[in-house]
């Protein structure tokens, strides 16, 4: 199971001006929709589901009830649920945020090609999207092209220092220090399984690991543990590596500010993994501190 980073960052739907093709919500749906969007911004998930059944049992597949469906499915982690709330949501008030979305889900599924080219059309219509410009970072990194991805994250930075600052800088060796000496810093019960495993840096998530699980992992994940679990073993097995930690360097630096914090998200991702090598449930994970 994975330790992951933040979730995505979602733009505000934008109440449309002038007339469309279509039925266009009452002014109270809209007060509905943006309620919607006010209880994600404040992780309110659950409750954001509820307020967005109500909506859609009242407005079923209209297009911009189907953009907020889209948002919610996100943020519950499920991307192919969203991919397929935006099949019919082409005719939505904003067409930026209608392709930005569609972005996110195949970046969540794995499908970077496809996410590239739909954040490219969303800062084709809205050129100062911060949100499709720092997917775009993300995408590009992914795809191998570093030259663009740091273009990207110039731009994000630009339109919104506080939500898309620049990423915290650490030379490989040093990462790699500050992993070493990290380690050393855990809790006894969690060091001695460390005997049992290699803790492995990696740049990202390569597509097959994440691809490996249904639904994929996310590609922002910070660490990964591969392997079979202790309660899956018996003594009948035969001997060998019981699996591998992956850290991923670029994600953990994204969501780090400075070296302390840095430090801190290594510790606490390699404790998790470590939880899924013992086979913990994300329950026993947080019992054990280790969520």
Not at 10 to 35: A, I, K, N
Not at 129 to 152: I, K, N, P, T
């Amino acid at each position: 199971m994975e330790a992951s980073g933040a979730g995505s960052t979602l733009p505000r739907v934008r109440t449309p001006e002038g007339s469309t093709s279509y039925d266009t919500l009452t002014e109270r749906e809209w007060e509905q929709v943006h309620h919607v969007w006010d209880l994600l911004d404040e992780g309110d998930v659950d409750r954001a589901r509820r307020e967005l059944d109500a909506l859609a049992a009242a407005r079923p597949g209209h297009p911009d009830v189907r953009i907020v469906e889209a948002a919610v499915a996100l943020d519950e982690g499920e991307a192919a649920r969203a991919l397929d709330a935006l099949r019919g949501a082409e005719r939505s008030a904003d067409p930026a945020l209608f392709f930005h979305l569609r972005a996110v889900a195949h970046y969540e599924l794995v499908e970077w090609e496809d996410a590239r080219d739909d954040a490219e059309r969303a800062i084709a219509v809205h050129a100062d999207l911060g949100e499709a410009h720092d997917l775009l970072s993300r995408v590009y990194e992914h795809l191998g092209d570093l030259e663009r991805a740091g273009e990207h994250a110039e731009l994000a930075c630009e339109i919104d220092a506080e939500a898309f600052p620049e990423a915290l800088e650490v030379a490989d060796s040093e990462f790699d220090a500050l992993v070493e000496s990290s380690i050393k810093e855990l809790p006894a019960r969690v060091l001695e399984h460390l005997n049992e495993l290699p803790v492995l840096v990696e740049p990202l998530p390569r597509r097959e690991l994440l691809s490996a699980e249904k639904p994929p992992l996310s590609p922002d994940i910070l660490g990964l543990f591969v392997g079979r679990h202790l309660m899956e073993r018996s003594s009948g097995d035969v001997p060998g590596a019981p699996g591998v930690i992956y850290l991923f360097r670029r994600n953990l630096l994204r969501v780090c500010s400075d070296r302390e914090e840095l430090a801190r998200e290594i510790r606490v991702t390699v404790q998790h993994e470590v939880g899924h090598l013992l086979g913990l449930d994300e329950d026993d994970l947080e019992a054990w501190g280790l969520g």
